[in-house]
């Protein structure tokens, strides 16, 4: 009768709460939900093994097997582009500048715009779970002599490349694991990734660990297919590069 009284228990997320979601889809969501604060990466992992999944039946539509390079190039071109689009998504919805995430854009000779800057290296490269930190880290368990060194070099080689598009697209690679340019797998394949991100309601800013957690399947699962070495010097070119272009260049790629 006297005393505090109790505070009611949360309420629990449950299927009807997703009136939108596919058949059977809404449970899963669900559960997702429910278990967010216990398992704070339980979403972002699976969603890394939605991307997955859907790279490998992409890539091998026609049942002829999958070449690593180019798997490993989409995950990495698209996933590299998921760490500048949220940046720019936020900072538009906010109506804030670059400089309040201490990022810079450059615009070139030849028109093109590409960004620099604090915000987007995280999700890329300076937090724990940021792309590259992820997939470096399956490719140092595989045995790759992975570095800062080589992130850096790549930083410079890039920034020091732009306004040139034959040296910024031209992949340190040998020959036999060469792989198409990463602004057309980012144009042409980064609708239906970001779709499957929507589907599980992944928050943008977690896009890129996603991207990074299938990277790392890939290094682990490819590793007797291809040196991790080079698969890390593949992921690094291709989502260092697409990190920095403007994403309505890659629209109009894919209009083209």
Not at 28 to 56: F, I, S
Not at 57 to 83: H, M
Not at 110 to 118: L, M, P, S, T
Not at 120 to 139: H, K, P, Q, W, Y
Request: net charge negative; glycine share 8%.
């Amino acid at each position: 009768m006297f005393g505090r009284r109790k505070t009611p228990p949360p309420q629990q997320a449950k299927p009807s709460d997703y009136p939108d979601a596919p058949q059977g889809h809404a449970h899963v969501l669900a559960l997702l939900d429910r278990e967010q604060a216990a398992k704070p990466l339980q979403r972002v992992q699976l969603v890394g093994t939605v991307l997955w999944d859907l790279a490998c039946k992409t890539l091998n539509q026609e049942g002829t097997g999958i070449r690593i390079e180019n798997l490993l190039a989409l995950l990495a071109s698209v996933g590299g582009q998921q760490c500048l689009l949220p940046i720019l998504a936020m900072l538009g919805g906010e109506g804030r500048p670059l400089k309040d995430v201490g990022m810079v854009q450059a615009k070139t000779e030849d028109g093109n715009v590409y960004f620099f800057g604090d915000a987007s290296n995280r999700l890329l490269v300076e937090s724990e779970l940021s792309l590259i930190s992820l997939a470096f880290g399956a490719a140092r368990d595989c045995g790759a002599p992975v570095s800062m060194e080589m992130i850096h070099a790549e930083m410079q080689h890039v920034a020091s490349s732009i306004g040139d598009d034959e040296a910024l697209f031209r992949l340190d690679l040998p020959e036999s694991h060469a792989v198409d340019s990463p602004l057309n797998w980012a144009a042409h394949f980064s609708p239906m990734f970001v779709e499957a991100c929507d589907l599980y309601r992944l928050p943008p800013m977690e896009r890129a660990a996603a991207f990074g957690f299938a990277l790392q399947r890939a290094i682990i699962e490819g590793k007797d297919a291809i040196d991790p070495m080079i698969a890390a010097r593949i992921i690094l070119s291709c989502a260092m590069r697409t990190s920095k272009i403007d994403p309505h260049r890659l629209a109009a790629a894919r209009r083209d």
